[in-house]
């Protein structure tokens, strides 16, 4: 278990929600969105509960190892979320045009390249 403290307060939450958290912040980091993620905290009473977290790349996070269950109730009660993509959406060319659309952003970035020296 993980105590995450943040700006306005803190929550406790599974050891993989939190590494998942803190690799999908870094990733968060280099887009200018701000998302949100729903993931299961533990409450006071014992009792978890869904809360929603803004992410953004502003967002900071400081976390502590926190008191709280066995690993396999952890691995039970607190799943890893689903994390919405962020950053630029596209696909992948495939085949011969990929080919020819690597040399093409190539030979333009070169040319970038090029001007900046002189």
């Known amino acids: 278990m993980k105590r995450i403290t943040f700006n306005g307060g803190s929550i406790v939450t599974g050891d993989a929600i939190t590494a998942a958290l803190l690799e999908y912040t870094t990733t968060a980091v280099d887009s200018e969105n701000s998302v949100t993620v729903d993931i299961t ?43 919405p993509q962020v950053g630029l959406l596209g696909s992948v060319e495939t085949g011969d045009s990929a080919g020819r659309t690597a040399a093409d952003i190539n030979s333009v970035m070169d040319r970038i390249n090029d001007r900046q020296v002189m």
Do not use: K, W
Not at 47 to 72: C, K, N, R, W
Not at 76 to 82: I, N, Y
């Open 41 to 83: 905290v533990l409450e006071e009473s014992g009792e978890t509960s869904i809360h929603t977290l803004l992410l953004s790349p502003a967002s900071q996070f400081d976390v502590a190892e926190a008191a709280g269950i066995s690993v396999e109730d952890e691995a039970q009660r607190f799943p890893v979320p689903e994390m």
